[in-house]
């Protein structure tokens, strides 16, 4: 696929000519303060695995500045400070800022929070609302977003999801970022516009993390031979609350929903940390505490565009019996840049001698459902393999978002909302009926 080179310089060129004006004029207006501490690309993601934690993270510029975070609740206006932890690292040739982390713990539920990062006239205020606690019934909202990158579709894919009149309450990531490894020699300065460009969201509200190739920055060309090292200094998760052990694959509880993020680019075979990890994980959901399982990584399973075919392959032979065997509601990759939604399916009767090696209609089965359309910068898979096979219930190649709204522990209506149209427009819609509490066929 050829990159879509100019769409996807001017907007992040112009916040950036913005930005560096006013480090520019900062401190000729400021009382002559440093403009050196001067944060930005705040982000946040939840801190623990019920939603009471959130981890913070900015970056300051020529000074590490202060790593604390000054927070309050709308209710009790009490301020209090966390403490958290700088980082910098370097690429190649690039040094990055002073990245920050800092969680704030012990938080309310379903409470608004404000919250301040940096000192004196660099200080920056914002704020977010925690999930309700964890339970069956617990309606929420999530946003789901895949490939964004940061081109004009890019840019598109975001606005319609900020203005859809659904409102997602925290996104669900399934994969690549920034796309800073596109350009030479991953010009980890894309890292740091693609945090500027979606800081307007998630300031404010949880991006919930998944690993895709574009984190990988695997470069021995270059000499940076570590998989996953700018993403992994800059998007901290709370995978040791969940007993992993990497940041790659994890889970958290939100409301009533269960979310396993996998990582489709960390080893997974038998005796692999992420295997061992996964074989504890499943047993560990409680529908009845939460009914929704959902699993989130970036390669799919079931996709019938002619990019990255069969690429989620060896992962599916892999895991495939356990997403059934635990009936994981809906499964959600990126990866391929268009959207495509399976029936109820599954392919785990094969044993290398019957032959039973074809996908079959299976209500114990996930819906998989690919949704890389975020505007990346290598423009849309639209190659289908033809004729559609008959697993796959809906496909576009369209840029989009979707949007998953859990109602209650048997119903969750899920949308899915093409950049083309208006914003409240849904191209794709399906009643999800829960696999536990409500396991009817949802297709007709
Ligand atoms: C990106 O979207 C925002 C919000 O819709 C808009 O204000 C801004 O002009 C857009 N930027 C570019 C470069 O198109
Ligand atoms: C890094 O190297 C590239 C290619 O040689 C060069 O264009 C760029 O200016 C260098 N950046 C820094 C910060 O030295
Ligand atoms: C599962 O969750 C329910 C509801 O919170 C709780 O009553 C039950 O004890 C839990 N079961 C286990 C095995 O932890
Ligand atoms: C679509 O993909 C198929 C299979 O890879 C290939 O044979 C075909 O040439 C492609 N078509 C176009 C228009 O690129
Ligand atoms: C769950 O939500 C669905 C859709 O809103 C609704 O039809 C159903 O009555 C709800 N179930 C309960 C027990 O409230
Ligand atoms: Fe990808």
């Known amino acids: ?134 339970g069956p019934d617990v309606p929420y909202t999530f946003g789901l977003i895949g490939d964004l990158g940061q081109t004009f579709d890019s840019n598109k894919t975001l606005t319609h999801y900020e203005m859809n009149p659904q409102k997602g309450q925290a996104v669900l990531f399934v994969g690549d970022l920034s796309y800073a490894d596109n350009y030479p020699n991953h010009d980890n300065n894309r890292w740091d516009s693609w945090a500027r460009f979606v800081e307007r969201s998630v300031a404010y509200q949880p991006w919930i993390w998944t690993a895709g190739n574009h984190e990988l920055d695997f470069a021995p060309e270059i000499g940076e031979t570590k998989p996953f090292k700018p993403f992994s200094k800059r998007y901290h998760v709370p995978y040791k609350a969940s007993g992993s052990t990497a940041p790659f694959w994890y889970s958290i509880k939100r409301a009533s929903a269960y979310i396993i993020v996998l990582s489709s680019y960390s080893a997974y075979g038998k005796y692999t940390p992420q295997n061992a990890w996964i074989e504890e994980e499943f047993p560990k959901v409680n529908r009845s505490e939460t009914p929704w399982l959902i699993v989130l990584m970036h390669s799919p399973w079931y996709n019938s565009y002619n990019y990255h075919y069969m690429e989620g392959e060896t992962m599916r032979v892999m895991y495939e019996p356990l997403f059934v065997k635990y009936k994981v509601d809906m499964v959600f990759a990126g990866h391929v840049h268009a959207y495509e939604r399976s029936e109820r399916v599954s392919n785990v009767a094969y044993n290398i001698i019957n032959g039973e090696c074809m996908p079959v209609k299976d209500q114990s089965a996930p819906v998989y459902i690919t949704i890389g359309d975020g505007g990346n910068i290598e423009g849309l898979a639209n190659n289908m393999s033809e004729p559609q096979p008959a697993y796959s219930a809906y496909r576009e190649a369209s840029f989009g978002h979707a949007i998953l709204d859990i109602k209650n522990r048997t119903h969750a209506y899920y949308s899915w909302h093409r950049n083309d149209d208006g914003y409240a427009v849904e191209a794709d819609s399906l009643w999800f009926f829960n696999r536990q509490w409500y396991p009817k066929d949802e297709s007709h």
Request: hydrophobic fraction near 40%; include cysteine; glycine fraction near 10%.
């Open 1 to 134: 696929m050829g990159q879509m080179g100019l769409s996807s310089f001017s907007f992040s060129m112009v916040s950036y000519i913005i930005l560096v004006l006013g480090l520019i004029i900062g401190p000729l207006l400021c009382n002559g303060g440093k403009t050196s501490t001067f944060v930005r690309k705040v982000h946040i993601t939840q801190g623990d695995q019920v939603g009471k934690a959130v981890i913070v993270s900015w970056v300051t510029v020529n000074e590490p500045g202060s790593s604390e975070v000054l927070y309050w609740s709308e209710i009790s206006k009490h301020k209090k400070v966390a403490k958290g932890k700088v980082v910098t690292y370097t690429y190649f040739n690039y040094t990055s800022g002073y990245i920050h982390h800092c969680t704030i713990r012990n938080l309310k539920f379903n409470t608004k929070y404000y919250y301040v990062v940096g000192i004196g006239h660099t200080e920056r205020m914002f704020w977010f609302f925690t999930p309700p606690e964890v």
